[in-house]
């Protein structure tokens, strides 16, 4: 579904990205590890648009999306649920919700699909009204989720959603992550917590330093002795 | 697709009734107070066109008097110069205006301005308007245009007198809330909304910032054009300083921001207290001791700002929600207390 070829990135004269090619599979869980600084986040942004590509190309169903402005490419299924979370604190819980079907595409499915982030955090259902401002940590991160599966995805690249949130949470969370996959929807999870996303992800992928240095499924990632040292980044 | 909330405000009695009591103001206002009615509801239209940018897309634009500008003298310029309806130019003006808001957004988008950027860029411009202004003959340079006589020729542009204007002005001023509460209420509302509040989310969900931004940039533009165009005929003298300068959009900032920003009703409520109070005191106090009606104008400002920095509106907003749970908290106590056994002594 997606392939990555010969992708460099960076701001200004500084170059983050060097060459990463990577491909994701319909209905596949791909994990993204890495240290602090390895490009992670730089990475899900490029996918997104909203740092350009310096070289390469990214294709989606073989169409290159490399270039395209951000909301192009929502419309075309690739949706992140950003670092940070980045609900909108002054807004409700239901109209950030319904700011998420913002391209043409998906706001004929929107009252299923509202349905649908209900029926898996039942805690938006009961806060709907509340600014989202007023959330805990891991409701706005439930919140940002749901936002992301409104504009209804093909592929839901999620940035770091453990971080900062308490162990409950992030089982929360990874569970609900871990049943989209299931219905079928793509997943590329961005992560630090390196054994969250192994028992997750049907295949991971290390960067380190703007490159992938290794990929594999969980148990060739857990046996190489190479993973230890890249994620450390020592 | 518009948000309910927008019909159960026309649908509440409040607005009809303001509108009926503004609408039956000739009949018992002094000419005095008039003059300052439609000065006042002339202002309403600009904070309210200017509130499009300013706040709901959150965007500080200094740069208004470009379109007010654009919309009192180039309407002008043509009917004097050329001929041309004043009908015919107010849509001109407001095409122009909305194509130069349009350009302004797209530099915003493409140079990623941040919020001091952008209002320092609008500023530029709005003085680099001015200049061409005062050096363009056609447009009438530093010394302005008269306008004729106001025959009442409704076809000419004309509207004859106070009467005339004050319903002019009147029917601006509710046009251009309309068009905010119609904005508000609408998905471009939303998306504008969330591009203040966070642009970096707002894109990564997939709204469209330059179309959203330009959309909003020449709406708020066309508006001011017209308003402007209407200020200028009612004014007669289209003096450059005035309609192109800088204190005007000042103004209409600064008298938006302390009614609050982020619902039209702040910069609604803060034009509508603030504008006739200024008329007011420079009426009665301008000949007593000159500057200082500016002195009292300001220093009030000054103690709005610094007692309520969120502004007028968003304040008593919260004061008045407060006092509401307050009142609610008094009334479940006795109801909690009677629930309560009272304690009775322990026997053994």
Redo the contacts between chains.
Sequence with gaps: MLEVSGLTAGFGTLDILHDVSLTVASGEFVGLLGANNAGKSTLVNCL?G?VPARRGTIRLDGEDISGM???R???RGI??V?EGR??????SVL?NL???S??RR?QLGRTSKLEEVFALFPRLHERMEQPAGTLSGGEQQMLAIG??LL?NPRLLMLDEPSLGLSPLFVQTIFRAIKALNTSGLTILLVEQNLNLTLSCASRSLVLERGKIVIEGTADELRQDPQTRRAYLGL | MLNPSFWTLLRSPVPWIVLAVAVSAPLWMSPFYMSIAILTLFYVGFAMAWNIVGGISGLLSLGHSIFVGTGAILTSALFLNLGINMWLGVVIACVISALVGAVISWLDYRFRLGHLSFALITLAFAEVFLLVVLGTDFLGGASGLILPNDTGNFLQFEFGGGRGYFYLSLSLAVFALLVNLLIINS?LG??L??IR??E??A????????RCKMVSMAISGALSALVGAAYGRYMVFIDPYLFAGLNLTIEVVLVATIGGL?TPFGPLVATLLLIPFGEVIRGHLGGVLPGLHTFIYGALIVIVILAMPRGLVPTAQDWWQRRRRRGEAAQEKPELQRGLKPPTPMED
């Design positions: 997104s909203l402005p951000p909301h490419i929502v419309e949706v992140q950003p980045l609900v909108f604190p002054q807004m109209d319904k700011v998420g913002s391209t998906s936002r992301g504009s | 998905p939303y998306f909304r969330c509040d966070n970096d989310a894109q990564a969900i997939g709204i469209d910032l330059l982020g």
